[in-house]
C-alpha cells in the first residue's frame, strides 16, 4: 500500500502540475502570435516539468523504496551488491518512461483541447514552420508522426532518467537522503540538457531553436541522444565502484 | 556447515572496528558474542552476513569466499540491532514480501513461522502497531522462516516476556538440531550461558576470550 500510494503520489503530483504548466504555456504561445496543436504538446511540451519538478518528486518516492531495499534482511536475500543496484536502476527507468508517457498524454490532452487540432504542420503560424523557417531547413510535406512522439519521448524519459539516477547513485554513495534530493535540484538547475541551454545568470534560457528539427534531423538526434547517454554511462561507471564495495552500516527504515 | 574467519579487519574512516578476528564455527551449534557496548559483536555479524565488505581478511562460508565467491552468505536469517518493516503492512504481508525475493517458501510455512514466536498471522495491525516485543518476535520469526543455515540474531531476547524467552530458546534448539550456525549477540551473560555452546568475548574490535560452555 505504501508503494502504491508513492507512486500514485507521484503520478498525480506529475499529472496535476502537467495541466497546469500546459495551460501556461498554450497562453504564452497565443500571446506570442503562434498557433500551438495537440502534437506540440505531446513532443515538445511535455518535457517542460522534467528538469527539475519532477525529478525531485521521483527522488523522494525512489528513495523511499531504495531505503526499504537497503534493509538487513532484503540486502542478505540479493544475489549481489551489483544485482541489487542494476534492478533498481532498470526499475528508474521504467518508472520515469511511465511518467513521461503519462506526461505526453496529458500535454496532448490540454493542448488539443485548448486549440482543437491534431496538427498544424503546414499553418505559416505552427511553432514547426516557424523553426524550419530560422534554420534554413525546406519544410517536408510529410511527416512520421508516431515516429517523432517515440523519438520524442526516448529522449525526454532519458533526460528525466540520468537526474534521478544521479539521486539514486549518489544514495548508494553516500546514504544521505537530504543531500540526494539536493543534488536533484542542482542537477536540475545546472545539468544542461537540449532544450534548456545553461546560460550563466539565466539557467532556464529555453532558446533551443531545433526542437522539430531535431527530431526530423537524424544527425542533431543522434548528438542529442549520444550526449545524453555520455551522462549515463558515466554515472553507470561511477556507481558501479561505488556499488560493490557498498557497506550496509546504517538503519535505513 | 561451516563458517571460517582468517585474520578478519574492518576500519571505517580510519578507526579500526575489527581488528585480526580469526575464528571457527560449525553448523549444529550456537554460538554467544559477549562485549561491551561498541565492542564490535554487531559489526562481526554484519561482515559475516556480508552487509560489509572487509578491509582484509576472508569470511569463508562452506568453501564459498565472501565477497569473492558469493557477495552474501545463501542461506542466511538475521536479525541485527532493530527489526526493520514496512511500517504499514501487517507482520504477515511484511514477511510473504521478504519471502518473495528467494521465493522459496509458501504462505503456509511463513504462518508457522509467525506462530512459533507467539504472533497470530491473522493479526490485522499493522507493524506500526505493533509492541516492541511483537516487532522483536517478528524478526525473528522472519530469521527462521526459510530454515537458513546461519542464524546471526543480535540481543533476540530483548524486551521479550518470559514465555516469549522460552519460545526462542525452544526454536534455537530446534535450528540447532537440525544443523544450522546459530551465531547470538548478548548482553546477558546467564542468556548466553544457558543459549550457547561456546562463547567469544569480543572487546575493542579484538576477540580477548573463547569459552566453551
Known sequence: MKRFRNWFFTYAVAVIAAMVDQVYSFNRLELRGIEPCALDGVVLYSFNLRSLVLPVIMVYAGLCEIKYSFTPNVIVRQKSRAASWYRQVLMCYVKCAGVMAVLMVCSGIVFYALSGRYENFHSLRSIMFDEFQKNGYVMPDSFNVPVMILQSFLINSLELFYRVLAAMAFYWITDSQVFSVILTVVMGVLAPDRMTIYRIGNPYYTGYEYKYTELYSPYLYIKSLVFVAIWIFALLFIAHIAVSRKNFLKRYI | ?213
Do not use: W
Open chain 2, 1 to 213: 556447515m561451516y563458517i571460517k574467519i582468517d585474520k578478519l579487519t574492518k576500519k571505517i574512516k580510519g578507526t579500526t572496528v575489527l581488528d585480526d578476528i580469526s575464528i571457527e564455527m560449525q553448523g549444529g551449534r550456537v554460538y554467544g558474542l559477549s562485549g561491551h557496548n561498541g565492542s564490535g559483536k554487531t559489526m562481526l555479524m554484519r561482515t559475516i552476513s556480508g552487509l560489509i565488505v572487509p578491509s582484509s581478511g576472508t569470511v569463508d562460508i562452506d568453501g564459498k569466499i565472501l565477497g569473492k565467491d558469493i557477495s552474501f552468505p545463501e542461506s542466511i536469517g538475521l536479525l541485527i540491532e532493530y527489526p526493520a518493516f514496512v511500517n504499514g503492512y501487517t507482520g504477515f504481508r511484511n514477511l510473504k514480501m521478504i519471502a518473495g525475493i528467494k521465493n522459496k517458501i509458501d504462505d503456509a510455512r511463513i504462518r508457522e513461522a509467525i506462530e512459533s514466536v507467539g504472533l497470530d498471522p491473522d493479526d490485522k495491525r499493522t507493524f506500526r502497531k505493533y509492541s516492541l516485543g511483537m516487532k522483536q518476535k517478528l524478526g525473528i520469526a522472519c530469521a527462521i522462516m526459510e530454515n537458513p543455515d546461519i542464524i546471526i540474531l543480535d540481543e533476540p531476547v530483548n524486551a521479550l516476556d518470559e514465555a516469549g524467552v522460552g519460545r526462542v530458546h525452544d526454536i534455537l534448539e530446534e535450528c540447532r538440531q537440525r544443523g544450522a550456525v546459530i551465531i547470538i549477540a548478548c548482553h546477558d551473560r546467564e542468556e548466553l550461558n544457558l543459549l550457547c555452546d561456546e562463547i567469544f568475548k569480543i572487546e575493542s574490535g579484538r576477540i580477548t576470550g573463547h569459552e566453551k560452555v
